[in-house]
């Protein structure tokens, strides 16, 4: 009998003020057993709702790492898998920064893109983060408010 595969090696789980980069998560989750390698690079966009935007500011709850733990842990056990990493921005982004990357690697290439997917649909799901978008006009907005 096989025994099942030990879960996926979660390299960054984390809620961060620094720069963060698609690419160099790519390069942590890279492994030799690994047939593919998916990246997601969440950017700020210029624009939202027919509006010009020229950048925002993320503000999270004091639980927001904890969250993202939890679910990069969830992922990380499905089979398959071989490593991720994924991480939010916080604090004062402008146009074309990161602020979410997910980076998934795994024997094929539909585990790793079912689980890239599943990371950032959790974190935009169950991450308390609060975004306070500036818009070209100088007004600002919240959303994602409960």
């Given at each position: 009998m096989t025994q099942?595969?030990?879960s996926a090696v979660v390299v960054r789980a984390e809620v961060t003020a620094d720069e963060v980069s698609a690419a160099e998560l790519a390069q942590a989750v890279e492994h030799r057993a690994?047939?593919?390698?998916v990246t997601f690079d969440g950017m700020v966009r210029d624009h939202d709702g027919g509006r010009g935007v020229t950048g925002l500011t993320y503000h999270t709850h004091p639980t927001a790492g904890a969250v993202v733990t939890e679910i990069a842990a969830e992922v990380a056990a499905r089979p398959g898998l071989r490593a991720l990493a994924v991480v939010h921005r916080v604090g004062e982004l402008a146009v074309g920064e990161t602020a979410l990357a997910v980076a998934v690697s795994a024997d094929h290439r539909a585990p790793a893109f079912d689980a890239v997917r599943d990371l950032v649909e959790e974190v935009k799901r169950r991450?308390?983060?609060?975004?306070?978008?500036?818009?070209?006009?100088?007004?600002?907005?919240?959303?994602?408010?409960?």
């Open positions: 099942p595969r030990p690994a047939g593919a390698v991450l308390p983060v609060w975004k306070h978008q500036t818009f070209a006009d100088g007004s600002r907005q919240w959303s994602n408010l409960a």
